[in-house]
């Protein structure tokens, strides 16, 4: 079992920036990708960003690219989701998620966070 941890979310002004972080614990070593999804009250979840093990093969939501970047730190376990010029449109509950596969999956990731909640004024 794979337990997934975030931190770094938070309330911030439109224009702002923050950046989450996601630690894997337990059998983390059998995880290939790791990535990030969001779910806005009364809107399905979404990827957000995708990236397989040693920054391999990445996808980015349109919605996000140019602004948000993901990055990882294998040694550690950890991704990451630099959030720049966030938008109210990107208020949403973020959750981490990690799979094992060799190909990442568009959704069914076969491990969540908890999730944590970004908030975006104008």
């Known amino acids: 079992q794979v337990h997934l941890e975030e931190s770094g979310g938070g309330s911030v002004q439109a224009g702002g920036s923050l950046r989450l972080s996601c630690a894997a614990s337990g059998y983390s070593y059998s995880v290939n990708c790791m990535g990030w999804f969001r779910q806005a009250p009364g809107k399905e979840r979404e990827g957000v960003a995708v990236?397989?093990?040693?920054?391999?093969?990445?996808y980015y939501a349109d919605s996000v690219k140019g602004r948000f970047t993901i990055s990882r730190e294998d040694a550690k376990n950890t991704v990451y989701l630099q959030m720049n010029s966030l938008k109210p449109e990107d208020t949403a509950m973020y959750y981490c998620?990690?799979?094992?596969?060799?190909?990442?999956?568009?959704?069914?990731?076969?491990?969540w966070g908890q999730g944590t909640q970004v908030t975006v004024s104008a």
């Open positions: 990236m397989a093990a040693g920054g391999g093969s990445t």
């Open positions: 998620a990690a799979d094992d596969r060799e190909f990442c999956p568009a959704a069914d990731f076969g491990y």
